[in-house]
């Protein structure tokens, strides 16, 4: 009777030790898995560093305010443009006014002197594009822009190319004739 109990151990204990081997080797897996798709996936992108350390997501985002009260040129004109110092005084004349980048606003507004923003996003010469009969036309600005709501820093969206723009305007039944884009 020994003889079958020490069978019965040692075939219970090679299962034991199978099932250990099979969930270490499936873990060993997972790990090797998700350490190789961090190697290979692209790394997230951060826009560049501006003067100010302005976060879209917090504004925008957050606090909900809308693209128009920054950007109202977008509305009447092809370009977006960046707000004015009075449009961020807005609420910084009362709001976080301790903050370091907020003295740095004030001492520009008092100054009267712009903030150098870095451009981010910037059509070439040849390319006509107006915001305004895109607004108009109803499209949102996160069709182009991407998730701006959810962006501290802007990044440069890599999708504005022209098969980008011809296959949204065949996508919506707009000309896609040469001449739209190219005065």
Not at 121 to 131: G, I, K, L, R, T
Not at 143 to 153: F, K, L, P, T
Not at 165 to 178: A, L, P, T, Y
Request: net charge neutral; glycine share 8%.
């Amino acid at each position: 009777m020994n003889t079958l109990q020490t069978n019965g151990d040692n075939a219970h204990t090679a299962h034991r030790y199978r099932t250990y081997a099979r969930r270490t080797a499936y873990a060993a897996g997972v790990v090797l898995l998700a350490l190789t798709g961090f190697l290979f996936l692209p790394p997230r992108r951060s826009g560049p560093v501006q003067p100010i350390p302005f976060s879209h997501r917090l504004h925008a985002g957050e606090k909900g305010i809308s693209c128009y009260v920054c950007h109202p040129d977008a509305m009447s004109t092809a370009h977006a443009g960046v707000p004015p110092l009075e449009t961020c005084m807005l609420c910084h004349e009362r709001i976080i006014i301790d903050y370091s980048p907020i003295r740095y606003l004030h001492k520009h507004y008092q100054e009267n002197t712009p903030i150098e923003w870095v451009r981010v996003n910037d059509m070439p010469d040849y390319v006509y594009f107006s915001h305004q009969v895109h607004l108009w036309r109803g499209i949102d600005c996160g069709r182009c822009h991407g998730n701006v709501a959810g962006m501290d820093r802007i990044v440069e969206t890599p999708e504005l190319t022209m098969g980008f723009c011809v296959q949204c305007h065949r996508d919506n039944g707009i000309s896609h004739d040469c001449y739209q884009c190219h005065r």
